[in-house]
């Protein structure tokens, strides 16, 4: 169920409470979660089909984020002020978070590090005689809390004018620029009273709850259950209510990614042309990384420094879909997708991590664009041709690094002859495989069929094959039919359809649970009809109890 196809309804009096009439003074410690619940909200259907479309209406959302006006100076310290503070954390903290997932206990960790930052960075710098807005701030608490909703509206209406008179948006303010100015004069909520501020932990806790039920954190999904992150359909205001583009690693990657950053003379006219002096010494990874760090907009980098020509090889390059190829366009849908194809590993971490993390996209024949990581592995100018031999190769890669199947053999398009896409011999015995990158269910027709019995006749005329894995990212129902009949025309041996998800979570099973060096037993995908992941753990934990 996406937020979009829920019907507006009225909400009721229960949200105001939460915010406006609760103690702000609750510790964890005494905090009930199941005193926030109400009618609605601890009736899972009933929440949402009554409660939560009203909670997640564009127009409502937007009001909130975009037409926020700051609260009178003397409630600083009370619900609607901490409600800002803890959305602006929460959602700036989620949307830069790859695929926008994080469990509830990383979240409330990382959403007070940030505020925690704000207060370090508060405190050690000392802001220039001509910050009007830091002059502004300290204006507005001269007086104590007696001060008139006027000042803090002067804040705010001043980052507006002074906003539009910038020519970078990376000198814009931000409210992430009031927070730092109050903080150092001890004014930022409840966080900067404590070295150890565990009652913001206090704060974000029972404000997590409440965004919960305005159903802004948690996706809604027709199975019942939550997924945290920003809904999809609120990106583009949440985007613009935080100022935000991209990422800075995913940043640094897109400048490291792309050729027209390689050039000296380039990053030297940037750096000038934004003004950023600090030392390089003469290395081009330094001149990229002193772009990032001063907080340059790729949108303005980009307009900047690439010409049309520069920006129609990188959407070429990338295979982004640009089709009208105006200039603004082409420069949004590159940020777009190195923002959200980005796919990244620890460093000294396997290639087969990455092939992991990409394995569904691969395989999904609907997705096209290839993470910027993974563009250059395969010399190949036919994207979709592209796409085939990464999926061959990242199976490969997460059958031999991921289950330890040293007897792991490519062969596919190096292959001659009636081959499979590749092949694994253990003890004698061997497993092949064949990708079947779809955009739909892959139903295994005739021709496959026969094209399968070929490569299985071929091998058995030397091995003993016992498994040929068909990987596909979705099956139709005739599949499952059909593997039993071809079963029996190449004498018993197990026709296993693998679902791309099942293999992915089965690795991440195996990583998780078993020793790194041990070779998974191929035996537990004994069977026929689509690998069931818990049947297959069942096998392993059988084996290894």
């Known amino acids: 169920m996406q937020l979009s196809d829920l019907v507006d309804q009225e909400w009721n009096s229960y949200e105001e409470k939460r915010f406006l009439k609760d103690s702000t003074k609750t510790k964890t410690n005494d905090f009930d979660p199941e005193s926030f619940k109400h009618e609605g909200f601890d009736d899972r259907e009933k929440y949402l089909e009554t409660y ?85 701030s300290k204006a507005a608490v001269n007086h104590g809390s007696d001060v008139d909703d006027s000042e803090l509206h002067l804040i705010y209406r001043y980052t507006e004018l002074y906003n539009e008179q910038q020519q970078w948006k990376h000198e814009h303010y931000t409210w992430r620029d009031m927070f730092k100015r109050l903080s150092t004069i001890n004014r930022f909520p409840k966080v900067s009273r404590s070295e150890k501020p565990e009652h913001a932990l206090d704060t974000i806790e029972k404000g997590l709850w409440s965004l919960q039920e305005q159903a802004l954190v948690y996706e809604v999904i027709e199975d019942g259950q939550n997924i945290v992150g920003i809904p999809e359909d609120y990106d583009d205001i949440i985007q613009e209510w935080v100022s935000y583009e991209i990422a800075d690693e995913n940043f640094r990657t897109m400048l490291e990614s792309l050729d027209q950053f390689d050039s000296q003379s380039r990053l030297i006219e940037a750096r000038e042309t934004f003004d950023i002096n600090t030392k390089t010494g003469g290395r081009n990874d330094r001149r990229r990384k002193s772009l990032v ?114 007897g792991t053999e490519l062969l596919g398009q190096t292959g001659g002859g009636n081959v499979a896409d590749g092949q694994i011999e253990q003890d004698g015995k061997w497993l092949l495989w064949d990708n079947k990158r779809r955009s739909g269910k892959f139903k295994l027709d005739a021709d496959t069929r026969a094209k399968i019995k070929d490569y299985i006749d071929t091998k058995n005329q030397q091995h003993d094959v016992e498994w040929f894995f068909i990987i596909a990212p979705e099956f139709a129902k005739s599949a499952e039919q059909r593997a039993n009949q071809l079963e029996t025309q190449v004498g018993g041996i197990d026709i296993r359809l693998v679902r791309a998800d099942t293999f992915t979570e089965l690795a991440r099973y195996w990583q998780a649970e078993y020793d790194n060096d041990t070779e998974f037993p191929l035996s537990v995908f004994y069977g026929s009809d689509t690998l069931d992941l818990e049947t297959a753990k069942g096998a392993l934990e059988t084996m290894f109890s």
């Open 293 to 406: 760090e001063a907080g340059v907009y790729p949108s303005d980098l980009l307009d900047e420094t690439l010409t049309k020509d520069d920006l129609k090889d990188i959407v070429d390059e990338y295979g982004i879909d640009a089709h009208k190829r105006r200039r603004n366009e082409m420069i949004e849908k590159t940020i777009e997708y190195f923002e959200r194809a980005q796919k990244s590993v620890e460093e000294g971490e396997p290639e087969s991590e990455l092939y992991l993390q990409c394995f569904e996209d691969i395989a999904d024949g609907k997705i096209e664009k290839i993470p910027p990581q993974l563009q250059t592995i395969v010399d190949e100018p036919d994207k979709s041709k592209k796409l085939e031999i990464l999926f061959e190769r990242a199976t490969a890669e997460i059958f031999e690094d991921v289950f330890n199947l040293s």
């Open 52 to 136: 939560a479309p009203a909670l997640a209406d564009e127009n409502r959302v937007r009001t909130e984020l975009t037409d926020f006006t700051p609260p009178r100076l003397g409630s600083i310290n009370n619900s609607p002020y901490q409600a800002l503070v803890i959305r602006y954390g929460i959602l700036r903290t989620l949307i830069r978070e790859s695929g926008y997932s994080m469990p509830k206990d990383s979240l409330l960790e990382t959403v007070q590090e940030w505020q925690r930052e704000i207060i370090a960075e508060g405190s050690d710098s000392e802001f220039s005689d001509d910050d009007t807005l830091f002059h502004l």
